[in-house]
């Protein structure tokens, strides 16, 4: 099972929204609606962030979105904050109960 | 509250095991699975497998099929992890998380070091 494909790293100042590309094929992310997105701080462990595509667990702000288009899920940070500065990892439902991650997107903010 | 607390880092020498122990409270064990999930030194995430601590079914990562098990131990709401045949490569943070549905965890372990060097 190879890892989803995101973006090394993205950036963006104060305020502004970035995205986040997650890419796979028609056997994990195109297959089924179970992406998620986990935010992980340094030395911390991964906190969920958005889960079947574009839900969102209580307590996590509505700035964060999500999205899918065929084979590929979309993260959006919208107002971005400093706090936002973090590892960002996809993960998708990839059939006979297995799963796959991406390989992680660090988001800098300027 | 919902809780995963962890065991210790470990450090092994290359051919040995480890089991790690990840104690759940706050909630009601069975009803939920737990997921394991690595982390190499700068590395990303990486999914290991997942056990029902219903029934004890488990599923694992096709690369490490045979090396593996995953088991619980109802009575004291704990997941274990065993990993055999260490190498340097397995070098990473074991993080246990419960699964609440497909692809969602909502609550993770602190994660436990294991180091493996001769």
């Known amino acids: 099972q190879s890892a989803l494909t995101q973006p090394a790293s993205v950036s963006g100042s104060p305020g502004q929204s970035i995205t986040i590309s997650c890419t796979g094929t028609?056997?994990?992310?195109?297959?089924?609606?179970?992406v998620s997105w986990y935010q992980q701080h340094p030395g911390k462990a991964p906190k969920l962030m958005i889960y079947d595509v574009s839900k969102r667990p209580s307590g996590v702000s509505n700035r964060f979105s999500g999205s899918k288009s065929g084979n590929t899920a979309s993260l959006t940070i919208s107002g971005l904050q400093a706090e936002d500065e973090a590892d960002y990892y996809c993960c998708s439902y990839a059939g006979s109960s297995t799963l796959v991650f991406g390989g992680g997107t660090k988001l800098t903010v300027l | 509250q919902v809780q995963l607390v962890q065991s210790g880092a470990e450090v092994k020498k290359p051919g040995a095991s480890v089991k790690v122990s990840c104690k759940a409270s706050?909630?009601?064990?069975?009803?939920?699975?737990i997921s394991w999930v690595r982390q190499a030194p700068g590395q990303g995430l990486e999914w290991m497998g997942w056990i029902s601590a219903y029934n004890g079914n488990t599923n694992y990562a096709q690369k490490l099929q045979g090396r593996v098990t995953m088991t619980t131990d109802t009575s004291t709401s704990t997941a274990y992890m065993e990993l055999r045949s260490l190498r340097s490569d397995d070098t990473a943070v074991y993080y246990c998380?419960?699964?609440?549905?497909?692809?969602?965890?909502?609550?993770w372990g602190q994660g436990t070091l294991v180091t493996v060097s001769s």
């Open positions: 028609s056997s994990d992310v195109g297959g089924y609606n179970y």
């Open positions: 998380a419960r699964r609440i549905a497909a692809a969602e965890f909502d609550y």
């Open positions: 706050g909630y009601t064990f069975t009803s939920y699975g």
